[in-house]
Structure formats: structure tokens, C-alpha cells
């Protein structure tokens, strides 16, 4: 048989404590009642004998009750209200229960809500923005130490001021009032702008407001602030360079062509292996035909248009095919080839048309730039126009074996 430290310890493991301690409850009240009832039969009892004056017998008890009827009833008085503080009991036990839950409940949302707010502080330490934390009337509440090292206030130095007050130039003190006014309204608020350091210095910064609310009301505003100035820097960079080779570009005076080869190399991944394709190129004129009109060109220089007699760019953009000659088809697959086999550079001598007719001779180098290795999306082409060259070399041949007066040839020839 089980002891009472054996019981015990199995009422815990299986929750039968509060359920003995609920029907205890019930049975306090049921007890009660009961007794409280006892107090009308015996009262009204005592006052019959005492009026008739009659001994306590079972006999009396039966002639007092079957004479009067309302004592049978008061006799239920007991059982009467023994029930009804039973039910009164059951009720109070389940509204203790209830507000032991609704207790247990509070208690795990007060924890809730604790840890989500260390969590939102971690969070708030250790970010890599700057962040601060405001009221609902853009006061400083708190910041972070990556708020401090940008902006170079100390947390306690700015705790309570007015944040816009805080950061904000004069000239953009009109900005940052109007994204507090629709943080305020409960807008998120994504903007790229400056803001000011202590030292009075200006750093670029990429600014996000969010407003914070619990159960639909508003209880303050996060602002979020990245350091984008090397990254301004870097983009300030990039855009002069890019302005000096677009002017570099434009001014050259060798023809200057910027084509996008992606849909050749798309062509070509078809046909498998890398030995697969320079088989396949060496062999298939048609493809080599294919791959032509796959070259868009992006882009031509005006010592381009005035070498190949174009009035506009579109001339040359649309018309690749029409310049490349049939003679230099073995100089174009020398081209892809070079690309195939990895080759960033490529240069050989061309013939070419002009849109005239004109067929001109060419000395062409091909650049593939870093980064475009794997996809061939930019690839530079420049042409100088060796023509006259070519004709004083054919003129020079010329000469070297005829004679200048009867243009017969002379000894050199024999």
C-alpha cells in the first residue's frame, strides 16, 4: 500500500492538488449551508415545544409536524442550502481558478513583454545603424553607441532634447520636421539626405523612421541612421569616371565601338565542351553568320561615324552585318575564337565597308573588361584605318619591281 509521501508525490505529477483543493472548497461551503440550515427546523421545533408545552418526544415531533405542514418545509432547510452554498462554492473556486489563470497569464506577458524589451534593447546595442529611440514628441529616450560615434554626442548629454534640434542643419531643419510629421502619422519614412555631426561637419546618411505602437496606439519612434558616405564616395567616384570615359569615348579620334557579345556566347554554350565549339566554329560558316548578327552594338564614337560615312549612330547599331565584308569572315571567327579560349584581347587586320561602299582596311583590337569574363555583355572594339597605308605599301611593291617610266617590270622582278 502506498504512504502518504507516495500519494502525495503522484497528486503533483498528475495536477490532482488544485483538483482536491477545489472540491475541498465545495465541500467547506456544502458543510456550512448545511449547518446554517440546521439552525430554522431546530429553532422552529424548540418554539413549538415551548408553546405546547410538550416533552421532546417522537411523538411530539409527529404531532407538531403533521399539524403543521411548514415545518416539513423548514425541515428541507438544510439540505436547501447545503446545495445552494454547494453551487455558491463551485462558483467561487471557478472564479478563484479563473483569476489564478487570468493572474498566470498577466504574469506571462508582463515576461513577454520584459524580454521582448531586452530584446529590442540587444537589438538597439548592437546594431551596426546608428539608432535612437524617441517619445511620441521626437524627445531622445536613448541611443546607441553606434549613434554616438557618428554623430559625437553622448547618450546622456541628448537624453530629453529634440532630436531634429540635435542633428539637423538650418537648411535641413524643414526636411527633418517634415518626416517627424509623417513618422508621427504613423508612416515609415526611407530617405537619403545629410545630417550634422556636433563639430558642425555635414555626414551622408540614409535615414528610416518607423513608429512604434502597442495595441494600436502610438508610444514613440525609432530612427534608424546608416553611414552611406563612403558609399556617396565611392558613387561621386564612379560617375567622374565614368564621365571621363564617356568624354574619352566621344572625343577619340580611333574609331570606337562598345558591343554586347552575351548573345553569342549564349549561341555557343549550346554546343557543349569548349573544343566542342572551336570544332564547331572552325568548321560552320553559318554559325560564324549566326554569331554576327548576335552582336548588339551599344554604342559608337563620332570618329566612328565619320570613318564609316554614317549619319547616325543607327546607321552603324543596326547595319554590323553590311560592314564586315566576306573577305574578313576568317578575321571575325579569329575574334570569337580569341573569346573562346579565354582570351581578353585580340587583334588582327580587317576589311570593312563603309555605308557608301567604300571598303576600307582596318587594324582592330578587341578588349574584354574585367568582370564581363563569364557573360561577354561588354566588349570593346577599336579600329584604326590603316588604308592609306596600305595603298603606299601596294604602291611601294609597286614600284619595286616595275619601271617608273614604262611601268614595265624591271630587274628585280627576274
Given at each position: 500500500?502506498?504512504g502518504?509521501?507516495?500519494?502525495?508525490?503522484?497528486?503533483?505529477?498528475?495536477?490532482?492538488?488544485?483538483?482536491?483543493s477545489?472540491y475541498?472548497?465545495?465541500?467547506?461551503?456544502?458543510?456550512?449551508?448545511?449547518?446554517?440550515?440546521l439552525?430554522?427546523?431546530?429553532?422552529?421545533?424548540?418554539?413549538?415545544?415551548?408553546?405546547?408545552?410538550?416533552p421532546?418526544?417522537?411523538?411530539t415531533?409527529?404531532?407538531?409536524?403533521?399539524?403543521?405542514?411548514l415545518?416539513?418545509?423548514?425541515?428541507?432547510a438544510?439540505?436547501?442550502?447545503?446545495?445552494s452554498?454547494?453551487?455558491?462554492?463551485?462558483?467561487?473556486?471557478?472564479?478563484?481558478?479563473?483569476?489564478?489563470?487570468?493572474?498566470?497569464?498577466?504574469?506571462?506577458?508582463e515576461?513577454?513583454?520584459?524580454?521582448?524589451?531586452?530584446?529590442l534593447?540587444?537589438?538597439i546595442?548592437?546594431?551596426?545603424?546608428?539608432?535612437?529611440?524617441?517619445?511620441?514628441?521626437?524627445?531622445?529616450?536613448?541611443?546607441?553607441?553606434t549613434?554616438e560615434?557618428?554623430?559625437?554626442?553622448s547618450c546622456?548629454?541628448i537624453?530629453?532634447?529634440?532630436?531634429?534640434?540635435?542633428?539637423?542643419s538650418?537648411?535641413?531643419?524643414?526636411e527633418?520636421?517634415?518626416?517627424s510629421?509623417?513618422?508621427?502619422?504613423?508612416?515609415?519614412?526611407?530617405?537619403?539626405s545629410?545630417?550634422r555631426r556636433?563639430?558642425?561637419?555635414?555626414v551622408?546618411?540614409?535615414?528610416?523612421?518607423?513608429?512604434?505602437?502597442?495595441?494600436?496606439k502610438?508610444?514613440?519612434?525609432?530612427?534608424?541612421y546608416?553611414?552611406?558616405?563612403?558609399?556617396?564616395?565611392a558613387?561621386?567616384?564612379?560617375?567622374?569616371?565614368?564621365s571621363r570615359?564617356?568624354?574619352?569615348?566621344?572625343?577619340?579620334?580611333?574609331?570606337l565601338?562598345e558591343?554586347?557579345?552575351?548573345?553569342?556566347?549564349?549561341?555557343?554554350?549550346?554546343?557543349?565542351?569548349?573544343?566542342d565549339?572551336?570544332r564547331?566554329?572552325?568548321s560552320?560558316t553559318?554559325?560564324?553568320?549566326?554569331?554576327l548578327?548576335?552582336?548588339?552594338?551599344?554604342d559608337?564614337?563620332?570618329?566612328t561615324?565619320?570613318?564609316?560615312?554614317a549619319?547616325?549612330?543607327?546607321?552603324?547599331?543596326t547595319?554590323?552585318?553590311?560592314?564586315?565584308?566576306?573577305e574578313s569572315?576568317?578575321?571575325?571567327?579569329?575574334?570569337?575564337?580569341a573569346?573562346?579560349s579565354?582570351?581578353?584581347?585580340?587583334?588582327c587586320?580587317?576589311?570593312?565597308?563603309?555605308t557608301?561602299?567604300?571598303?576600307?582596311?582596318?587594324w582592330?583590337?578587341?578588349s574584354l573588361?574585367?568582370?564581363?569574363?563569364?557573360?561577354?555583355?561588354?566588349?570593346?572594339?577599336?579600329?584604326?584605318d590603316?588604308t592609306?597605308?596600305?595603298?603606299?605599301?601596294?604602291?611601294?611593291?609597286?614600284l619595286s619591281?616595275?619601271?617608273?617610266?614604262?611601268?614595265?617590270?624591271?630587274?628585280?622582278?627576274f
Amino acid at each position: 500500500m502506498a504512504g502518504p509521501d507516495l500519494i502525495l508525490s503522484r497528486s503533483k505529477n498528475t495536477g490532482c492538488i488544485p483538483l482536491v483543493s477545489k472540491y475541498r472548497s465545495v465541500l467547506t461551503y456544502a458543510v456550512s449551508g448545511f449547518l446554517l440550515g440546521l439552525f430554522f427546523p431546530l429553532v422552529s421545533t424548540a418554539a413549538e415545544l415551548i408553546k405546547f408545552r410538550a416533552p421532546l418526544t417522537f411523538a411530539t415531533l409527529r404531532v407538531i409536524h403533521l399539524g403543521q405542514p411548514l415545518m416539513l418545509v423548514i425541515d428541507v432547510a438544510p439540505i436547501v442550502l447545503s446545495a445552494s452554498f454547494a453551487l455558491i462554492g463551485i462558483q467561487s473556486a471557478r472564479a478563484h481558478e479563473t483569476s489564478q489563470q487570468l493572474d498566470e497569464s498577466i504574469k506571462k506577458q508582463e515576461i513577454q513583454i520584459q524580454n521582448e524589451h531586452y530584446f529590442l534593447e540587444a537589438l538597439i546595442r548592437g546594431s551596426s545603424f546608428a539608432v535612437v529611440r524617441l517619445d511620441s514628441n521626437h524627445h531622445i529616450i536613448t541611443c546607441n553607441q553606434t549613434f554616438e560615434d557618428l554623430f559625437g554626442y553622448s547618450c546622456d548629454e541628448i537624453i530629453g532634447k529634440h532630436l531634429d534640434d540635435m542633428i539637423a542643419s538650418d537648411e535641413l531643419h524643414e526636411e527633418a520636421s517634415r518626416i517627424s510629421a509623417a513618422v508621427s502619422d504613423g508612416n515609415l519614412e526611407r530617405i537619403i539626405s545629410q545630417r550634422r555631426r556636433k563639430d558642425g561637419s555635414l555626414v551622408d546618411v540614409e535615414i528610416v523612421g518607423i513608429p512604434v505602437t502597442v495595441g494600436g496606439k502610438k508610444i514613440g519612434i525609432l530612427g534608424l541612421y546608416h553611414d552611406i558616405s563612403q558609399r556617396r564616395v565611392a558613387e561621386r567616384a564612379l560617375i567622374e569616371s565614368e564621365s571621363r570615359f564617356k568624354s574619352l569615348f566621344d572625343q577619340s579620334p580611333v574609331s570606337l565601338w562598345e558591343e554586347d557579345f552575351s548573345g553569342v556566347k549564349k549561341l555557343l554554350s549550346q554546343f557543349g565542351s569548349q573544343e566542342d565549339i572551336i570544332r564547331q566554329l572552325e568548321s560552320d560558316t553559318d554559325l560564324l553568320i549566326q554569331c554576327l548578327h548576335s552582336i548588339e552594338i551599344l554604342d559608337v564614337n563620332q570618329a566612328t561615324l565619320d570613318l564609316y560615312h554614317a549619319k547616325t549612330k543607327a546607321d552603324l547599331i543596326t547595319g554590323l552585318p553590311e560592314i564586315l565584308v566576306e573577305e574578313s569572315l576568317d578575321e571575325f571567327r579569329g575574334e570569337i575564337l580569341a573569346l573562346v579560349s579565354g582570351k581578353n584581347t585580340h587583334e588582327c587586320e580587317i576589311l570593312q565597308q563603309t555605308t557608301t561602299g567604300e571598303i576600307i582596311n582596318g587594324w582592330l583590337r578587341l578588349s574584354l573588361p574585367p568582370g564581363y569574363e563569364d557573360s561577354w555583355e561588354r566588349v570593346y572594339i577599336s579600329i584604326v584605318d590603316i588604308t592609306d597605308r596600305k595603298r603606299t605599301e601596294e604602291k611601294m611593291r609597286y614600284l619595286s619591281f616595275h619601271d617608273v617610266m614604262t611601268g614595265l617590270y624591271n630587274r628585280a622582278y627576274f
